[in-house]
């Protein structure tokens, strides 16, 4: 795949930018959020109208009544606009309405007979199509949809990675593997690649940073979720923005002026300091335990240190590291600066 065209042929500067509610929940909201977010000189206009949502008997979304209101939004504020589609249905029904473009959403990328669906449907139909990352952090399956709609002859692609789903305690909603579509990038280097903060991070907090970090790795542009009163939105509230935080946003984003070098060093490098990240989630996560514990063993009246305790972590710690091929030794030395901050937390704890 080698022969991409920008999404929009007047709007091939970087970064691009797409802003919008995760639903259209009323004629009213969608408006507003149109005019806030063109106001902002943001030229795409992103509102889900079939959600896919994880429990049954949620909002899932207003249907192709909410179609007329993305029109209408299109009209008025000049926009772009784009949903998301998950059949051929949906596909037929946006293109009645004269949208200009889609997305296919992260449990649709997941599974290939869906995305052919869409992708045969597609055949011979001028748009643009955003294939967002499937759920699960598999690079070749998200290749795979990727090379299904460019199969079909869609030349205005991009890809969206929005993090992947996650079992463990994480501060984000979907973690964001950032060697994923940095592997991406290596495999279809011309292809466009975005990044949507806000399905990464869940909570509206982290949208910012998780924002700068996606443009310090290079990513060409941003699909942020927005709205005008996101604390009552349908859905996703807990990560949407108001167009002023989004204003402000823009504003203090940090911008390259050349391209960040994604060279095989610096991807590595990447990778490392993801991997670093990690493990420093990992340890505050430990050290809440801890401090957990020290509050047990305080109201039962139990010394800090538990010898046996101690060197059985140890023993356990070093049995895997062998099993993982790592020294021993190295291992044991982490283990015991880990046990000895452990321990002065649980010592401060007491003496509060
Ligand atoms: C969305 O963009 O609102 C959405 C449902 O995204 P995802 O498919 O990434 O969960
Ligand atoms: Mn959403």
């Given at each position: 795949m080698t022969e991409f065209a920008p999404l929009f042929a007047d709007l091939s500067t970087e970064p691009l930018y797409i802003a919008g509610p995760c639903s259209a929940e009323s004629s009213d909201q969608v408006l507003l959020a149109a005019r806030d977010i063109s106001a902002a000189g943001i030229p795409i206009f992103r509102a889900g109208v079939w959600k896919p949502r994880t429990?049954?008997?949620?909002?899932?979304g207003r249907g192709a009544e909410a179609l007329e209101w993305l029109r209408e939004a299109k009209q008025r504020y000049n926009l772009r606009v784009i949903t998301e589609v998950a059949t051929p249905e949906h596909l037929e029904e946006v293109l009645k309405y004269g949208l200009d473009g889609v997305w296919i959403g992260a449990r649709t990328t997941t599974n290939p007979f869906a995305t052919q669906q869409i992708a045969d449907a597609l055949r011979g139909v001028d748009t643009a199509v955003i294939v967002k990352n499937p759920v699960i952090p598999d690079v070749d399956l998200w290749i795979g949809a990727i090379e299904r709609i460019y199969n079909s002859g869609v030349r205005r692609l991009a890809a969206v990675h929005r993090g992947f789903g996650t079992q463990q305690t994480s501060p984000y909603r979907n973690a964001p593997h950032w060697s994923v579509p940095i592997e991406l990038h290596r495999r279809v280097p011309e292809l466009c690649i975005l990044c949507d903060p806000s399905h990464i991070g869940g909570r509206r907090e982290l949208v910012a940073q998780l924002s700068q970090q996606a443009l310090d790795i290079g990513f060409n542009g941003l699909m942020i979720e927005c709205h005008p009163t996101p604390d009552v939105a349908l859905s996703d509230a807990m990560q949407q923005i108001t167009p002023d935080a989004l204003r402000e946003l823009l504003q203090r984003l940090k911008l390259h002026r050349t391209p960040v070098s994604r060279d095989a060093l610096s991807e590595y490098r990447l990778h490392i300091d993801t991997i670093d990240s990690r493990i420093i989630e990992l340890l505050a996560e430990r050290m809440n335990i801890v401090r957990a514990i020290g509050e047990y063993k305080q109201a039962h009246g139990m010394a800090v240190v538990q010898q046996d305790r101690y060197n059985e972590l140890l023993l356990a710690a070093e049995a895997r590291a062998e099993a993982s091929n790592l020294p021993s030794k190295f291992v044991h030395q982490i283990f015991r600066a880990i046990h000895e901050e452990s321990v002065r937390q649980q010592i401060e704890l007491q003496q509060e």
């Open positions: 429990k049954p008997g949620s909002f899932e």
